[in-house]
């Protein structure tokens, strides 16, 4: 069946490092969305990635989908406090449609040293 | 509107009760989700609709779960003579037929069963 898998499963970084998560299907995706959730918090949603090999930068965070569209990273540059919480991918699978259901992957829970 | 708003927050219920959870959408979207997640796994499907229509449940879900959306707004999910494994976060979500700016979640109902 599809499955995304996702790693690290943890990171710990000090304030002011970078951070990266990667993302795996099993198949190919129709698109890729990133998700961020506080702790005690739910999923709020990133980014949409739907073109092979698209990358999409919001201020220190980079989004790549790659070229077969099997997988994707998020990479933060220089971590602040703020970025704590844990990044999940979640991909999709509808040729037709980016709005159908989403196969995520288990995230990856950052901390970040002050 | 203030986003996708779901009731009750937490619920405890004794093993072989029925429990009922409610979910309201933001209003102009037409797509209603429902997820569970479990500490330290992302979120898994269940199912999804468009409007009233329900267009895709999980082959994971029991016969003992059942979701509506009857007239294309709220939408319930009922799980019948629940089990431990059932406690979880059941997390709602929803968004805009145009696509590309993902699901918007809400802030979940947490079940506990004893």
């Known amino acids: 069946g599809q499955q995304v898998m996702q790693i690290p499963q943890y990171q710990h970084v000090q304030e002011g490092e970078d951070f990266t998560t990667y993302c795996n299907s099993s198949?190919?995706?129709?698109?890729i969305q990133w998700y961020k959730q506080r702790p005690g918090g739910h999923p709020v949603f990133l980014i949409q990635?739907?073109?092979?090999?698209e990358v999409k930068k919001q201020k220190r965070l980079t989004f790549q989908f790659g070229e077969a569209k099997k997988n994707s990273s998020l990479h933060i540059t220089a971590t602040q406090t703020t970025d704590v919480g844990t990044y999940f991918c979640?991909?999709?699978?509808?040729?037709?449609?980016?709005?159908?259901?989403?196969?995520f992957g288990r995230g990856t829970q950052l901390t970040v040293w002050p | 509107d203030t986003g996708v708003s779901q009731n009750p927050r937490h619920k405890i219920t004794k093993r072989g009760q029925n429990v009922t959870f409610r979910c309201d959408p933001i209003?102009?979207?037409?797509?209603l989700y429902w997820y569970r997640q479990t500490l330290g796994q992302g979120p898994e499907f269940l199912t999804y609709?468009?409007?009233?229509?329900?267009?895709?449940k999980s082959r994971l879900l029991s016969d003992r779960f059942s979701a509506e959306r009857p007239k294309g707004s709220f939408s319930t999910l009922e799980i019948q003579r629940t089990e431990q494994g059932d406690s979880a976060m059941y997390l709602c979500?929803?968004?805009?037929?145009?696509?590309?700016?993902?699901?918007?979640f809400g802030s979940g109902t947490r079940l506990t069963v004893v």
């Open positions: 979500a929803s968004s805009l037929g145009t696509g590309g700016r993902g699901y918007t």
């Open positions: 209003s102009e979207h037409n797509r």
């Open positions: 979640a991909g999709g699978v509808d040729r037709g449609s980016t709005l159908g259901r989403l196969y």
């Open positions: 990635l739907v073109k092979s090999g």
């Open positions: 198949t190919t995706l129709s698109n």
């Open positions: 609709f468009q409007n009233e229509a329900q267009l895709e």
